[in-house]
């Protein structure tokens, strides 16, 4: 079910906190909501949920628009809202039950979710306990159970891991991409790993606007658009060897990588690759070529130069 989003836009008093935004998701696909505190990516959430109506703009759900159908737009959507609110009085089993009948689930087909869930979100230990006894990590396992008790065909997850241990967090972000292969998933989190880690697809959101949308590889690239890399060269003299590189027409910047014997970074010009010159150029004086590996740019200096203001 393919969530499309066109010219959205909330406004608190004065504020835009989401301006004028449009992009599509498509079925099969997970895409990371990535943006600092405050950038609109709650707001977002919130209006394809239909838990908060925008001032212009439409969100459609498969054929249904927020505006004309919410409430079958509401039965196709699980939603993990951000800080995870729950019952801390209610036993787990009873909360699950709680849940599946308020999302309609037929009641023959109750009890079958309920253990589907928490196999699946490994709550087996816990089920007879309270909420308000569980630790942070468990709580926010519930959590996810909830959205997915009713097999729905869109999740909406904020900050999906956030209280998670390390090894917790691995086997919720499997869970996640398995998920996302039949089903559309959006997910929001201020860890950039994470978001490489499990979405298909990365939409920067800073100050209520979209200022990135592609796979981290197309980020990197946009931001970039230069290769970058390491290269060792043996056998020659330092500074002719220097000289040379510098020299070589595919060649943007030449420097020495600090405390690395022989070693050397190059920028290539825009959109050029400088491999197949090094390499020649290595053959022809007889230096020995013994390391050359790309150097990323890391998605984090990506997003601090996409959001910086
Ligand atoms: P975080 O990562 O901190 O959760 P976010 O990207 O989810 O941030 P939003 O919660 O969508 O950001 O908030 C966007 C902006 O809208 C913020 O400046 C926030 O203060 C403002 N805002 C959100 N909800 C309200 C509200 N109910 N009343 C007034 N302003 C609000």
Redesign the pocket.
Same mark, same amino acid.
């Given at each position: 079910m393919d969530i499309i989003v066109e010219n959205l836009t909330k406004r608190? %008093?004065a504020?835009r906190?989401?301006d004028d935004i449009s992009f599509r998701v498509n079925t099969g696909e997970v895409l990371g909501f990535l %943006?600092?505190? *405050?950038? *609109?990516? /709650? /707001? /977002?959430m919130k209006a394809i949920t239909t838990f908060l109506i925008p001032n212009e703009g439409n969100i459609r759900v498969g054929e249904f628009s927020i505006h004309d159908h919410p409430d079958e737009i509401k039965k196709k959507i699980g939603y993990l809202p951000?800080n995870n609110p729950l019952y801390p009085e209610m036993p787990v089993v009873d909360y699950l039950r709680f849940v599946a009948e308020l999302q309609g689930i037929e009641k023959n087909r109750i009890n079958e979710r309920i253990l589907r869930m928490i196999d699946v979100c490994g709550l087996e230990g816990e089920k007879h306990k309270k909420i308000g006894e569980l630790s942070k990590g468990y709580k926010q396992r519930v959590g996810l159970a909830q959205a997915l008790i009713h097999d729905p065909e869109v999740l909406i997850l904020?900050?999906p891991t956030s209280g998670l241990d390390p090894n917790q967090i691995v086997e919720i972000r499997e869970l996640i991409k398995k998920i996302g292969r039949e089903k559309t998933v959006i997910l929001?989190s201020?860890i950039l790993a994470e978001v490489e880690a499990t979405c298909d697809r990365i939409l920067i959101?800073n100050r *209520?606007k979209i200022v990135a949308d592609g796979t981290a590889g197309e980020l990197r690239k946009q931001s970039e658009g230069k290769e970058i890399l390491k290269i060792r060269i043996e056998d020659g003299e330092k500074n002719a060897v220097f000289k040379a590189l510098q020299q070589l027409d595919t060649v943007g910047v030449a420097d020495f990588v600090e405390g690395e014997e022989n070693c050397f970074e190059i920028t290539s010009k825009p959109e050029l690759s400088s491999r197949r010159n090094i390499f020649n150029l290595c053959v022809k004086n007889g230096w020995i070529l013994s390391e050359m590996t790309p150097v990323e740019t890391k998605l984090e200096d990506i997003f601090r130069q996409l959001t910086m203001n």
């Open positions: 608190y %008093g504020q906190a989401v %943006g600092p505190n *405050g950038a *609109g990516k /709650t /707001t /977002t951000e904020d900050e929001s201020h959101i *209520g």
